[in-house]
RNA sequence: GGCCCGUUCGUCUAGUGGUCUAGGACGCGGGGCUUUCAUCCCCGAAAUCAUGGGUUCGACUCCCAUACGGGUCACCA
């Protein structure tokens, strides 16, 4: 039989990074299974619907590349087929009106169970802990228990991959299978990932969402690779993977029991690493991606920038600021005298240099260096308004010696 | 509070009865390289494997209890 799964966003805002998490999983299990993975849209909550949510949710998916079925389900669309399926189950006497509601009678005695896939555990709940629930809301609309239910049979769902959150309503959906006398999926609850409250990751809590931190300035291959350890672990030392790597050996018994916490700092660290590893040509179309003005900026001198970025950079976004001086109009620090004198001598020194070249640039610099008995601090300081930055000799090469010799001439007068 | 799930360095984790005086990664500290800052390289600190009982010749690994943490108790998903 073939592996079906899906993804059921409910279009309430745009899903933090636990919720894409969870539709990566799905992704790479059914990918590994060579199955199908659809995305629905779970929007029965008439309240909380949010219109744009839906783009926000395609537009996540597809930045990250998790590619799903092309027909997009609508369980806002579907309302006839809830209402039929709830009906059966009122003619059964599974289920009474209660205030304009249908609420499914729950079983009292005995006790529900499954095995689940993460953890490959038993879980079980007793009956008599469990109250009977609304499925179809007075405004006519199912709640999520049964739309669910019934959706992941209706399209042949095999195999329900979510967050452990769910594992509490669970029962509820292995009843409804029960009572429609439907074969249960396979249930894997996945740990949730906490933040650094040790709570569960929320957008009250300031949960980000993949369009966050593609915003600012995070690849998605290092989004991804750092989403797929928190609570996956293939075994072993490896870290760095592609998604086709991971598709390779993912299993679902390799996913962890307990909740992870994200931390941030190691996904910067990743990113970095990302960074570092793409070509000089993958880096410039990613900025160029990233920023919209960088047009700006001559195609040959980009160029030379960009291998002199690359290790300096963790997020694209930390771009601009190293460059700054390539793209600056006026100048906007002073120099303290030590620092005027040194600017006077070494302007003479540049107008009379022949050879434009960074060796040249760092002689000058040198000489300077050891007479005053000054640090290379000083020099960044005075050509680019900050102690630190992209190394100065290949700077000023890649910068001209017109603009070189202006900053000097505006610092001086 | 009831019910459910979990517990290895600060964090992500390896580990499936003996190879563990517990390995890797992030972060942190120190050093090297060096034109600043990074990158890179080397070294180091960091877990009495939550605690207490079992089982066993032998437990991080199996069982039980306790503690702690998390999830959930909606006409939200």
């Known amino acids: 039989m073939k592996v079906r799964t899906r993804i059921p966003p409910s279009p309430t805002g745009i899903p933090h990074i636990g919720n894409t998490r969870t539709a990566l999983f799905n992704y790479l299990f059914t990918k590994a299974q060579g199955g199908e993975l659809i995305l629905r849209i779970e929007d029965t909550d008439r309240a909380r619907f949010v219109p744009e949510a839906e783009k926000a949710i395609v537009e996540i998916l597809e930045w990250l590349g998790i590619k799903y079925s092309p027909k997009v389900e609508r369980q806002s669309e579907r309302l006839e087929i809830y209402k039929q399926h709830a009906e059966i189950l009122k003619n059964k006497k599974l289920a009474y009106t209660d205030q304009g509601a249908l609420r499914y009678r729950m079983p009292k005695t005995g006790s529900t169970k499954w095995t689940d896939a993460i953890g490959n555990k038993d879980i079980t709940f007793e009956n008599k802990t469990q109250e009977d629930f609304v499925i179809i809301k007075s405004d006519g609309f199912p709640t999520y228990n049964f739309a669910n239910v019934v959706d992941d049979h209706l399209m042949d769902i095999t195999h329900v991959l979510r967050g452990e959150e769910f594992i509490s309503s669970t029962p509820k959906h292995i009843q409804l299978y029960r009572a429609f006398g439907w074969e249960l999926p396979v249930f894997a609850h996945l740990p949730v990932i906490l933040g650094n409250d040790h709570q569960k990751l929320s957008k009250r809590h300031g949960a980000k969402s993949a369009l966050d931190y593609r915003d600012e300035g995070y690849l998605k291959d290092a989004l991804l690779n750092y989403m797929v350890l928190l609570g996956w672990n293939p075994g072993g030392d490896r870290e760095i993977m592609s998604i086709n790597e991971m598709i390779q050996i993912f299993d679902l018994k390799d996913i962890n029991t307990t909740s992870p916490i994200f931390d941030s700092l190691k996904l910067t660290w990743m990113n970095q690493e990302y960074i570092q590893k793409k070509t000089d040509a993958e880096l410039k179309d990613l900025l160029v991606e990233y920023y919209s003005d960088l047009k700006a900026l001559q195609s040959d ?113």
């Open 301 to 413: 001198v980009f160029d030379k920038i960009i291998p002199l970025v690359k290790t300096r950079i963790k997020t694209l976004a930390e771009f601009k600021e190293l460059t700054e001086i390539f793209f600056i109009n006026s100048i906007n620090w002073d120099l303290i005298d030590q620092e005027m004198e040194i600017a006077k001598s070494t302007l003479t020194d540049l107008k009379e240099l022949r050879d434009w070249n960074k060796d040249k640039l760092f002689a000058i610099m040198k000489v300077h260096m050891e007479r005053k008995k000054i640090k290379m601090k000083v020099f960044y300081k005075m050509f680019t308004g900050r102690e630190r930055g992209l190394p100065l000799p290949e700077t000023l090469e890649i910068l001209g010696r017109e603009k070189t010799i202006n900053i000097l001439e505006s610092l001086i007068k």
